[in-house]
């Protein structure tokens, strides 16, 4: 059973960091690639990051130079790392996974909220 | 900025067919958007629907096809039911960029 557990939401302040974390299992990770999405509360899903199995990277304008989404196939996990938090990053975030030959985007997690408020 | 365009809202009556559309700022959507649908419910995870304009899921339900229709994609929906009110999303992909972009949404309702 394919499952992915997001972790590490929580309240943080304008201007500081999080990680979050991914753990994927009952599948191959190091041949999927995988998103990052988020949802704002009440507001609509907006496409975040996706990272290669080999590490390559995009990002969404809003995020790009403050966040960096990586992986580690060692440990079947995926992370995205945010700094200079804003308080318009405050969503749900989600990993989804993405089979590149297909390109068919199809599990997502359960998401994990994070608060940027002073 | 690329931005992709849906029916912020639609109404339908039950067994009835309804069809949604996802447009591109950039122009026409092509199969090479690889466009994928996505239904949501109140308070749960988003559930992918359709992948590459019109490959289904194991777990989609037949009424449910996806198609592209006057340069836009579309997602049309037969015979719906009750169960069919949700948000309903459109994600397209850009190979020149190598970004994916959310349309804003439809909110589906069954009436």
């Known amino acids: 059973e394919v499952q992915l557990v997001e972790s590490g939401g929580d309240l943080v302040q304008p201007g500081g960091s999080l990680r979050l974390s991914c753990a994927a299992s009952?599948?191959?990770?190091?041949?999927?690639?995988m998103h990052w999405v988020r949802q704002a509360p009440g507001q609509g899903l907006v496409w975040v990051s996706r990272?290669?199995?080999?590490?390559?990277?995009t990002y969404a304008d809003s995020v790009k130079g403050r966040f960096d989404v990586s992986r580690d196939n060692s440990k079947n996990t995926l992370y995205l790392q945010m700094n200079s938090l804003r308080v318009e990053d405050t969503a749900v975030y989600y990993c989804?996974?993405?089979?590149?030959?297909?390109?068919?985007?199809?599990?997502w997690g359960q998401g994990t909220l994070v608060t940027v408020s002073s | 900025q690329t931005v992709v365009t849906q029916e912020p809202s639609l109404t339908v009556s039950p067994g009835g067919t309804v069809t949604l559309t996802c447009a591109s700022s950039?122009?026409?959507?092509?199969?090479?958007?690889?466009p994928n649908w996505f239904q949501q419910k109140p308070g749960q995870v988003p559930r992918a629907l359709i992948y590459?304009?019109?490959n289904k899921h194991s777990w989609t339900p037949a009424r449910f096809s996806g198609s592209l229709l006057g340069g836009k994609a579309a997602l049309t929906l037969s015979g719906v039911q009750p169960e069919d009110e949700a948000d309903y999303y459109c994600?397209?992909?850009?190979?020149?960029?190598?970004?994916?972009?959310f349309g804003g949404g439809t909110k589906l309702t069954v009436l």
């Open positions: 950039t122009g026409a959507v092509t199969s090479g958007n690889y």
């Open positions: 009952g599948f191959p990770f190091n041949i999927y690639w």
């Open positions: 590459s304009t019109s």
């Open positions: 989804v996974r993405l089979e590149p030959d297909t390109v068919t985007t199809d599990y």
């Open positions: 990272v290669n199995t080999d590490g390559r990277t």
């Open positions: 994600l397209l992909f850009y190979g020149g960029t190598q970004l994916w972009v």
